[in-house]
């Protein structure tokens, strides 16, 4: 038994120490070394937020646990036990009595002093360990004590010399009075080592009660006293009640000035705290590479946090250069000791493929032991990989369960995913007011993703009545710590007078913002806002630039509308052929504007083959999804009977369809159909109804046949 005794390592390998205690903590607690009121709750928690997926609750982060053991460590082990004493008292006793017991039996003198000299080097290295762990160094030690060590050497090999001569005898007694005087040495040291212990201990001990008593100004002062007597621990804890403004006034400086004390006697437990405060902006200035160097410490001292924090500071690349292999092997270490964060650290890599190969089942199960330690955002994770199917079956109920489970605990995340399932009753039935609710206590803690979604809700009265200036409120909180889409959200209430004032300078400001960080319906946005010339000079060239950044994310409207200036040659050399490949790239993902474009390019032969077959094809699929100018288009194929046999009755049905959109085109020809009595009986007041709605919508031809009729 040392300084740090089983009950401390044990505490400190036993994953998350919080709310939701790990199974070595609950043993701790049954089996009587510890106290449920001895637990503190309470953590600090940096986030890196990685939106891997496009789901609206967000996959993990990089979570950084400050759990408190030193308040609630076993000190009882805090000093040298006792029977360590009685064998510095006894043990020169003993060894006396051995030397002379072999001494009796006839054994040569130049025989026992070789035996003395191991025994005296077994004694010294034990003294040098006890130092070690009262606080000296132990290279100090042994220097000291080799002063005396050494002559021991001499006169054993001038004994090998002299062995048959009187002198012999007088040497080894020297060597025994030597190897005496050692040990007692030892143990005046050891024993006024655990005097000096003693007392900080004890006001380690009246300080960890005073704090679970409530009484910080006092547990301060106890922990002040202990930390000045060099006490590692001491300090760390002061420099944590400093830190979090306990019974003294915050100070961050203070707080850095103690962690540092105990970080560099070597307590892992300071050092990762010392990390997180150069990661963290606090009392010093942010420094990522000073934060690996001091997690390195700490979690080659084996620190689950540190592990996990090193972890995360190589998957993001922040003070050493970015190495997923690395961040894979440093989240396993902390893993394997039972860190939920960990696990669910390495989970997310198995998932995203980041280090390791991807596999979904490796996930799943890392996940899942992060989720059976209570551990929320290993919940979140757990519940989205049933709701994709990835390494489960796919499950909905399963998902509601895990995300009602992390929920319930208070998980911002799971309560977003939450409101999510009841948004879209995947897995419940769908209640758009549960799910507003959800996403209410999500945003309350500040989920920048919820309290999007409560804006959306908002913004189209879904669950909530709707209220455009509460759908600000909300979009400009999360807007306003870095959340793209919110940003997005922002903009556009700003560009349409929804809730605010009209402002495009506004709007392009929030719209740059989103844009700058890759956010794809910001790009396309600020692309826009740039081609009409709203709030900003017009420049085509701009906007295609935005267009392009956003269409290569996979935005359909950026493509469409990327494929536009190509086939007008607007802010790009106009190529028909890069037209069609953007027309296509999003009709293949369904866009139905996409897909009538697309359609005329067949039907015209710009930068295809003619080919009216495939045009007919792509205008069905865009007139099927109720594109109005699409259903046109059709019609006029089958009044034409081009890509399809000529039918009258489908024309009029098309473009039936789209002159009751409002279409223009639509309600021309549909007007000519009953003019010229094509598909259905002559009927010029009908032509005439219909000409007009065309009218009235600026089309001319529809004008011209409007004075027609009326002469």
């Not at 970080?263 to 010392?274: S, T």
Request: glycine share 10%; proline share 1%; aromatic share 14%.
């Amino acid at each position: 038994m040392g300084l740090l005794g089983s009950k401390w390592v044990y505490m400190a390998n036993s994953g998350r120490i919080g709310p939701f205690s790990a199974d070595g903590i609950q043993s701790l607690i049954r089996s009587g070394v510890i106290t449920p009121e001895t637990i503190l709750s309470e953590y600090r928690v940096d986030r890196d937020y990685l939106n891997t997926n496009d789901y609206p609750a967000i996959k993990t982060e990089f979570s950084v646990y400050f759990p408190r053991e030193d308040f609630i460590a076993a000190t009882e082990d805090a000093q040298v036990p006792d029977y360590f004493m009685w064998i510095g008292v006894f043990s020169p006793l003993f060894f006396v009595a051995v030397l002379y017991y072999l001494y009796f039996m006839g054994l040569e003198l130049a025989k026992i002093v070789p035996a003395g000299v191991m025994l005296g080097a077994i004694f010294v290295a034990i003294d040098c360990y006890l130092m070690n762990q009262m606080g000296y160094k132990a290279p100090k030690m042994a220097i000291r004590y080799s002063i005396f060590f050494l002559p021991m050497i001499y006169f054993y090999y001038r004994s090998r010399q002299l062995w048959r001569s009187q002198a012999s005898t007088w040497m080894s007694v020297a060597c025994l009075l030597l190897i005496i005087g050692i040990s007692i040495l030892s143990n005046r040291h050891i024993e006024e080592s655990n005097t000096r212990m003693s007392s900080a201990v004890q006001q380690i001990r009246l300080g960890h009660r005073a704090f679970n008593a409530g009484d910080y100004l006092a547990a301060v002062e106890l922990y002040r006293k202990a930390a000045e007597q060099g006490h590692a621990h001491a300090q760390n804890s002061l420099g944590w009640m400093y830190e979090t403004g306990r019974g003294v006034e915050r100070n961050y400086s203070q707080a850095v000035e103690w962690y540092r004390k105990a970080a560099e006697q070597g307590d892992a437990y300071a050092q990762n705290n010392l990390g997180l405060m150069y990661v963290n902006e606090r009392g010093v200035e942010r420094n990522y590479s000073q934060a690996a160097v001091w997690f390195r410490k700490a979690a080659e001292q084996r620190h689950g946090g540190a592990r996990n924090n090193l972890g995360w500071m190589y998957e993001t690349g922040r003070g050493v250069e970015r190495n997923y292999s690395q961040a894979v092997e440093w989240y396993r270490k902390a893993a394997e000791q039972g860190r939920a964060n960990a696990r669910n650290n390495l989970g997310r890599m198995y998932e995203a493929g980041r280090g390791v190969e991807r596999n979904y089942s490796q996930a799943v199960e890392w996940y899942r032991k992060a989720a059976d330690q209570g551990y929320g955002h290993a919940q979140s994770n757990l519940g989205w990989m049933y709701v994709n199917g990835y390494g489960v079956e796919r499950d909905y109920r399963q998902a509601v369960a895990w995300f009602r489970k992390a929920a319930e605990q208070g998980n911002a995340y799971a309560q977003n995913s939450l409101g999510w399932v009841y948004e879209t009753g995947s897995g419940v039935e769908r209640d758009l007011w549960r799910a507003a609710e959800w996403y209410r206590k999500a945003a309350e803690q500040g989920n920048a993703r919820a309290q999007t979604n409560l804006g959306r809700m908002y913004a189209n009265g879904r669950g909530v009545g709707r209220n455009d200036s509460h759908a600000v409120q909300w979009y400009r909180r999360a807007a306003e710590q870095g959340y793209a889409d919110a940003q997005s959200h922002l903009g556009w209430m700003y560009a349409n007078e929804r809730g605010v004032g009209r402002n495009y300078w506004q709007a392009i400001e929030w719209y740059r913002r989103g844009a700058e960080q890759g956010h794809a319906v910001s790009q396309f946005r600020l692309g826009r806002m740039y081609e009409t010339g709203r709030g900003i000079e017009r420049s085509y060239g701009q906007a295609a630039v935005w267009y392009r950044r956003a269409a290569e994310q996979g935005n359909i409207d950026a493509q469409t509308n990327l494929g536009l200036m190509y086939a007008t040659g607007r802010g790009v050399e106009r190529s028909d052929r890069q037209a069609v490949v953007w027309y296509r790239r999003a009709a293949e993902q369904g866009y139905a504007r996409a897909q009538s474009n697309l359609g005329w390019m067949y039907a015209n032969g710009r930068g295809v083959e003619r080919n009216n077959r495939r045009a007919v094809e792509w205008y069905r699929r865009a007139a099927e999804q109720g594109h109005a100018r699409a259903q046109t288009l059709l019609g006029r194929m089958y009044t034409t009977g081009r890509g399809v046999e000529r039918n009258y009755t489908r024309a009029i049905e098309w473009f039936r369809r789209s002159a009751e959109q409002g279409n223009a085109l639509g309600q021309f020809n549909l007007g000519r159909m009953y003019e010229n009595g094509l598909g259905v009986g002559r009927n010029e007041a009908q032509a005439l109804e219909w000409f007009r709605r065309a009218a009235a919508r600026g089309n001319r031809d529809a004008e011209e046949a409007v004075r027609r009729l009326s002469i």
